[in-house]
Structure formats: C-alpha cells, structure tokens
C-alpha cells in the first residue's frame, strides 16, 4: 500500500463538538454529485463517541481515524457533550506524469476505523485541534497547506497501520503453510492433493501455491514428487523389493507413472539406478550445511562445479565426468586435462546433470536448487573458507584418496622451500604486495585467492593494511576505479591481464603510475595463473622465477 504516487489537496478542516443536535445531520450531504473523488476523514479527539456509517454504528474512542467515502453518509452522536471530532475533506488524484487524474480514495478501508495512539494523533494535529474556545470553519492559505501536511501525516500512519497488520496476516499464513510442510514429509505416502493441502492452510489453491512456493522454492506438487523420489531412492539402495511395492510405499498407485516420475527427476529408471547403487557401500559425511550426505565409497562418476574443486579431484587422479568448464576452458592452464569432461554450464544445471547419471555431486558454492541435485545424486557442498590444502584434505577424504592428498601436499611445500631459495635474492619475505586483475577497462584487486594466495601463503609475502582489511572481512576480490590503484599499492605490485592486454598495459596511465611508484618490483602475469587450484599453484612455482626476472611472462 503506498500513498506515494497520489497527491492529496485539502478542501475544508474544523472541529465540532459532538452533542443531541447533531444526530440528524449529515456530513457529506454538500458534497456534489460530481465530486467523486472527495472523501472525509473523521478523527475522533475525545471518549465516548458513536459513529452511524449509512445507518451502521460504530464505537469510536480517542485517536480513532474513519474515512468517509462520498456516497456515503453519517451522523455522530455521545453522551459526553464535551466530546469533539476533527473533520477533514480532501480530493485524491493519482499522478500520472504531469496529469492529476480523479480517484475515488486513498488506498485505505472506507468506513473502517483505524485505532491509532491519541498521543500521536495529538502531536501531528497541533495546539489547533485542541482550542476550546475557537471552532474553526475555514483557515488561511497557510493554515490550509499546514493541515494538509498534516492530514497526509495522519493518512500515512492510517497506511502504516495497514501494512502492519498484513505482515502479521503473511506470517500467520506462512506459518500455517509451514504445518503444511511438515505434514507432507510425515504423510508423503499418502494421496494428497492441493486442494486438501490449502484446506488446511485455510487458503484458496492459489494463494497457498504462490505462498508454498515463497517458503519453498517449489510447487507443491513438485515437493511431494521430490520427496517421494527421494524415499524412493533410498529404498531402491537397500532392499530389493519390486518396483510396485515400492511405488505403493511411497504414495503411488501406478508403477508406471513412478518410473516415469522417477526417470524425469533423477536421468534414471528405478532400475538402473537401483543396478547402480544397490548395496554399494556408503558412508555418512557432514557438508559445510551441516546436513548428513550419504556418500558412495567407491563413486567414479561425479560431477562438480569445478571452481574450486575441478583440479583438486584431478590431481588426487579422478576427472570427474561433468563440470562447469564452459568458462574455465580457455583460462586454465591445464585445458588440455578436460577434454573428456561433460560441460554442465556455467554453473550445476540440473538438466544437464541428470543425463550425465552421477554417482555424487560435489559443489563449491549453495545452490537454490539444491534439493533437485539431491534428488540426482549426494550433493555435498564445500566450506568456501576452505584454504587449499584443507580443501584438498576434505575432498580426498570424500574419495578416499587421502594418501594422494598427503603425498602431493608434501611434494608441493618441498617446491615451495626449493622456489624460495631460488629467489632468495629477488626479494625479502614480509614485504607487502598487492595483486591487481585487470579485464579491459575494470580493475580488481584481488584478496586472498588466485595468485595472491600463493604469494601471502607460500612465499611470505604480506598484504598491505587495506587488503589485510578486506581479507578479515571475507571479501576474495573487489572491484576498484581507476584512480584507486594507488591506494592499495604494496611494497611489490603484481599486474594480472589477458595476453592481449599486457601487448599494451604499460601504455595505461594508471599502470604507469604504478609503476613509478615500485621501480623494478611491479610484474605483469598472464591471468590464467589466478587460479586457487592444486595443479595451478604447482605449476605457477615453475614460472615465478621468470616472473621476477622480467616484466612480462
């Protein structure tokens, strides 16, 4: 509800004291018949006053606040004839553009009261409302455009209090629509439908679908039909009861249409999937949800995202056969370790998943659409604090290849010792650096990830107080303008850019400033080497030699 795109022009502002002579007489009776956007506000200043709405009686008390609609008529009546109401009468038209056109009436309940607080009432209205000895029938100009303020005042508490209490209505009904939930997962093998679902909520089908769906993510028909596959799912790994047994046991009547759901929702058949998973060990992990995944021991098909997790499973010497590589293809180093690997998009696209049939599903980020890649296969979800070695130790331990873990982490730190020694010369450890990534007109600086997380935790280097910062607040990188660089430049500055880009960076005059800034210690880098993964880190020791030897690799 808003009052924002209406404008509201006073007509007429008094007070009157309610009392016997005023029974009959009706407020809006000199309102023209034309005038149907004119509306009167009734604010009731005292106890004890009754309100007859075409003839309907409504008990006031102080604060209260009706509007008043045109068509409408009243009268006002108490017993205590010291009791006073204010009356307001005012236009209402919509802007549109630089046109004013008529509306009936602000977006509130007509002949309807609102109970706000008296004390409130009382302080918007001013010393005006509450002279005893002066009724006011008409004001000057700047009387009348100080009442409107002050009735578009009353008008927005009026709103307020609307929009309060559908806040409380919404969260009432989605509390009942959560009962709703939680009777589906109790009573999945049961013949339910929508309608006796809405019931319950004591809605009509379509505003508990459009609320179930808010609190769910899904429809309610596709929740009952995941959760149904899922029980399925575990009943096809750990018993060999026939497919109609097991479709009656979770909530279906036709086989067939089981297969069929079953087959839409997970890529398989019940029976290929029970071919595949049947008594296959598995073991109970915790994710960084801390949900409990029930992991295959000996999974070969697996799909990931691959961001923080395709290397990783490739250097413990297990391509999985789908990743998010669509992006990454031409920006790793290690292009030519995928080409056997499925492309599932950008990111975990559930439909190209399921062709691909997966065993497990390992991700390095929360999808929304999590429990349809559950429905698929385990889906584990990664910690993005991981640091490279926690991550491989984790991942490892998901595929039982620990020991391949260990034995390429110590294969690594012994580089690093070795690398270090190397350029023992080329700079001290503990200076500050600051890595910069720059994608045409945009720069970045990067935190802790891609080549600044070798620099920071393998060759000693130490960001500077800003990207120290940044890192305690979890920031990876952050986008910066141009006349920024400078603010963040460390002792030793790293220069990230595609192998076009750094043909010409020095001609940038930012670069250049840079440069000047850290003579002999700012260094261009091919882009492909920020990247946070095993086989990149490994590799990129090879070539930090180079890298501080010359300007451009």
Known sequence: MNLAPLYIRLQHYDRFRVDQIMLASSYNEGIKDNEINVCALLIALSHGIRLHVDKMAIDLRQGSCILILPTQSYTVESSNKEAQMA?????????????????????????????LLFSQVKQVLGNEAWINNQFCSSLS???????????????AMMVQLDEQANELLNEEKIQLVQKTVQYIEQHYDEDLTVEQLANMAGMVRWQYSQKFKT????????????????????LLRNTTDPLSKIARQIGFKDEYYFSRCFHKLTGNTPREYANIHLHTPERTVIDSLGRRVLVPTSATRIVTDGKFTLGELLVLGIPPIGAAISIMRDNVVYHNKLRNIHSIGDWADPDKIAQLQPEFILLSYYPQDLQELDALAPTVVLDKKFRLFERLRYIAKLVERSKAAEKWITTYEDKVRMVRRQLVDAYVAGETATVYLKLGVKFYVMCQTGLAASLYESLGFRPTPKVMHLIEQGQAWIEIQQHQINHYAGERNFILASPQELQTITQCPQIATLAKLTP??????????NHCDPITRERLLDVLPSIFKKNII
């Open 215 to 234: 609190l769910t993510g899904k429809k309610p028909t596709d929740y009952v039909a995941h959760l149904r596959i899922n029980q399925a799912k575990e």
């Open 141 to 155: 100009t700047s009387g009348m455009a100080m009442m409107q303020g002050r009735l578009q005042q009353i008008l």
């Open 520 to 529: 002999g210690k700012t260094h261009f880098v091919d882009f492909t080497w």
């Open 87 to 115: 009356h307001f009468t005012f236009e209402t038209f919509k802007v549109e553009g630089m046109t004013l056109n008529q509306v009936a009436h602000p977006p509130l309940l007509c002949g309807y009261p609102y109970n």
